[in-house]
């Protein structure tokens, strides 16, 4: 396995030194009870994960820089995106998926899985929560990912890690970092994150994976009118007006196809105003996805007895073509 991805690393045992308690005075049963409340709050973490993909040897050298920026300013899919370019200049940057996980200062991880081969293989990311220091007064939280390769069984076959990132986390933050070890081959970007894609689509250029971690240390609020995915399902069938975009014929051509769901808030008016990338098996279609749902109507009897935004899922599905076979020119 030692092929698969490049300059692995085992799993250390940082998380253990990272599980520090908090010093409290025996003096005041208040602080004690304030820690021990403390250290059961669960940490709400939203993880996207995303593709990063350019022409091999054609952009700067990565490296394992930690970017912070306010949750409330990546609101927008443009705006995740000029976060992107200005960071991993000569990338095509694109969503594969959002998970929302409850982590707990335990040694119990929450995990993230991507796609589980059927030896049980997967690249996973799994997430610790320690309580740190903080200011002497107020405790701190570190949220711990781990990214690494995963065998099906970890007590048998330990994982093989290729990002271990502290990080000391605020409410109201995302961080987000490329794992420069996590380079795919073609043939491993398919089986591992996007399966029933040809590789040879790939070939030609250097594939990484990047992390994305939301943090609210308080809780995490549903708008008042939500619909979750199985609901969207029924749901999306009342739009008056839907707009479905064309696969571009070099992607059509190549095989590619897949289904696209993004988070879409519809106004009282019936209209989309916002719209976002959510789940995608067709990352290259993700930006004119956006742009046709927002597009979208749906009717205004929806709003007569409640005027709250409906905030639901819509997804599009875009069936890939056969990939016609190459004559042979031995029979011209």
């Known amino acids: 396995m030692s092929r698969l991805l490049f300059q692995p690393r085992m799993i250390g045992l940082l998380f253990g030194c990272l599980l520090m308690a908090l010093p409290i005075s025996t003096a005041t049963a208040q602080n004690a009870t304030f820690s021990d409340d403390f250290s059961t709050r669960p940490i709400y973490v939203t993880v996207r994960v995303f593709q990063m993909k350019a022409n091999r040897d054609s952009y700067p050298d990565l490296n394992d820089q930690v970017f912070k920026m306010s949750t409330a300013s990546l609101s927008d899919h443009t705006q995740w995106m000029n976060a992107f370019k200005k960071s991993y200049p000569g990338f ?64 048998v076959n330990k994982p093989v890690a290729f990002s271990v990132q502290p990080l000391e986390v605020e409410s109201g933050k995302t961080y987000f970092y490329a794992v420069k070890t996590l380079k795919l081959r073609s043939s491993d970007y398919v089986k591992f994150v996007r399966p029933n894609t040809p590789p040879e689509y790939f070939d030609g250029n250097d594939l990484f994976l990047l992390f ?89 009897s929806l709003f007569e007895s409640d005027k709250a935004p409906i905030t639901c899922f819509l997804m599009l599905s875009f069936p890939a073509q056969p990939i016609p076979p190459k004559a042979n020119p031995a029979k011209q």
């Not at 943090?215 to 479905?244: C, M, N």
């Open 212 to 300: 994305t971690f939301s943090v609210d240390l308080d809780k995490t609020t549903t708008p008042a009118r939500y619909y979750d995915e199985r609901q969207s399902v029924e749901f999306q069938t009342q739009a008056t007006k839907k707009t479905v975009p064309e696969v571009p014929a070099k992607w059509r051509e190549a095989g590619l196809g897949g289904n696209v769901r993004v988070r879409v808030e519809i106004s009282p008016e019936g209209q989309v105003t916002n719209a976002n990338a959510y789940y995608s098996g067709f990352p290259e279609m993700n930006q004119q996805v956006i742009e046709a749902t927002r597009q979208w109507e749906f009717p205004k």
């Open 92 to 155: 095509e940057i694109d969503l594969l998926r959002t998970e929302v996980k409850k982590v707990f200062r335990t040694s119990k991880p929450a995990t993230v899985s991507l796609v589980k081969q059927q030896d049980g293989r997967d690249i996973e990311v799994q997430m610790f929560g320690a309580q740190s220091i903080g200011d002497g007064v107020i405790p701190g939280t570190t949220l711990v990912p781990e990214i690494g390769l995963h065998f099906g069984n970890d007590m």
